[in-house]
C-alpha cells in the first residue's frame, strides 16, 4: 500500500482485489479515487466486501491485487460497537486516544473536553458507558475517531443498531462535525436512504465479486432530510439499481 496521494485526492484505488485464502474473489478490480474533505457513501448488498474495502484502506488487512494509496497520516476506523473501555467515564476513553496520539498529558483533558463538545456531549464527560444510551456512546466513539487526528475518517455501519430517531439525529451531528472538520469521510452502509440522506457521493457495490456497480453525486448535500423528497428520489432510484444487482447475482 502506498501512502502517498496527490493533493486533491485523499484515498485512490485502483485495479484492486482481494480473496482469503484459496477462497473466491471477495473484490475484483475496484478502481475509486474521493476527494479531499468528500463524504462518500458505501452501499450494498450484505456480503458484497463494503466492510473487507474499508479494512484495506484502513490497513487492517492487504491487497490480493491493486493498489490502494491514501494520506500519509493513515484513517482512523469507526464501528458498528462503540467498543468504550467500561470502566472508562467518556472523556477518559476520548484521553485514551489522545494519550496513544502522544499528546502531553497536561493537554488532554481539555483535548477530550473539546472533543466531546464538538460531538454535543460535553455535559456527559463524567459518565461511564453504561450510564450512556447507544447514541451518546456512539458519539464518544466518534470524539474518540476525531482525537486520532488523521484526514480520513472510516466509518463501518456505525448506526446500524440504533433506532430510527437516534439514527437521524446522528446523521445531523455527523453531517456538522464532517462540515467542522473537513474530514475526509468514508461511510459503508446497507441502507439505501442513509446512503441518500449522508453521502455527497453514494458507490453502489455488486456482490460476489464485489466491483463498483453504480454511482451518484448529490450537488448540494445541505439541508437534507431523511424525508426529503430529494433523498426519497435518488432511494428510488439507488433501489432500482441495487435490486438489478441482487437479482444478477441470484441467477
Keep these: 500500500m502506498s501512502s502517498q496521494t496527490a493533493d ?3 484515498i485512490r484505488i485502483e485495479r484492486l482485489g482481494k480473496r482469503f485464502g484459496a477462497g473466491p474473489l471477495v473484490l475484483d478490480d475496484v ?3 474521493i476527494e479531499a474533505g468528500e463524504f462518500v457513501c458505501l452501499l450494498g448488498a450484505s456480503g458484497c466486501g463494503k466492510s473487507t474495502l474499508l479494512n484495506l484502506i484502513a490497513g487492517l488487512d ?4 491493486g493498489t490502494i494509496d491514501v494520506p500519509t497520516q493513515g484513517a482512523a476506523v469507526m464501528f458498528q460497537e462503540s467498543a468504550l473501555m467500561p470502566w472508562l467515564t467518556a472523556r477518559q476513553n476520548v484521553e ?5 496520539r502522544g499528546v502531553p498529558r497536561a493537554a488532554r483533558r481539555g483535548g477530550a473536553l473539546e ?9 456527559a464527560a463524567e459518565k461511564r458507558p453504561h450510564e450512556l444510551s447507544g447514541g451518546m456512546r456512539q458519539r464518544v466513539a466518534l470524539a474518540r475517531a476525531l482525537a486520532q487526528d488523521r484526514p480520513v475518517l472510516l466509518m463501518d455501519e456505525p448506526f ?5 430517531i437516534t439514527r437521524d439525529l446522528l446523521h445531523e451531528e455527523l453531517e456538522r462535525v464532517w462540515r467542522r472538520t473537513g474530514r475526509t469521510i468514508v461511510f459503508v452502509t446497507h441502507n439505501v436512504r442513509e446512503a441518500a440522506r449522508l453521502g455527497q457521493r453514494v458507490v453502489l457495490m455488486s456482490s460476489r465479486p464485489g466491483r463498483v456497480a453504480g454511482e451518484w453525486r448529490i450537488a448540494e448535500t445541505e439541508g437534507r432530510r431523511i424525508e426529503s423528497p430529494e433523498v426519497a428520489a435518488l432511494s428510488i432510484e439507488i433501489t432500482t439499481q441495487l435490486r438489478k ?3 444478477r447475482n441470484a441467477a
Design 62 to 65: 492487504r491487497p490480493t491485487a
Design 31 to 33: 478502481n475509486l479515487s
Design 160 to 164: 446500524a443498531a440504533l433506532d430510527a
Design 115 to 123: 472533543l466531546l463538545d464538538t460531538v454535543n456531549l460535553a455535559d
Design 245 to 247: 444487482e441482487i437479482r
Design 8 to 10: 486533491h485526492t485523499a
Design 96 to 100: 485514551l486516544a489522545l494519550r496513544l
